[in-house]
């Protein structure tokens, strides 16, 4: 699993109650990478799962499986073009 310093970033400015829910299911993504509840986006590569109001973006390779977070935030903000 790879989590990109900028989603980093983001999961530090979350609070705490909220950030532990985040980590929590990102771990759970290592074990599943496609839970039931994770979405395809529409016109990118990737999938987000929803965690209360927060949102994780990231990429699923199954040929090396390999998981990459690239973005965490609000709805509001999340869905912005990711680089």
């Known amino acids: 699993m ?8 983001q999961l530090a400015s979350i609070a705490k109650k909220d950030r532990l829910r985040i980590i929590g299911v990102i771990e759970l993504l290592g074990e599943n990478p496609l839970p039931p509840k994770a979405l395809k986006l529409t016109g990118r590569d ?4 929803r965690v209360g109001d927060y949102r994780i973006i990231y990429t ?3 040929k090396q499986l390999r998981i990459a977070v690239i973005k965490i935030g ?3 903000d999340v869905y912005e073009i990711v680089d």
């Open 60 to 62: 699923f390779n199954s």
């Open 2 to 9: 790879h989590i990109k310093k900028k989603a980093l970033k």
């Open 74 to 76: 609000s709805r509001k």
């Open 46 to 49: 990737g999938y987000r799962i």
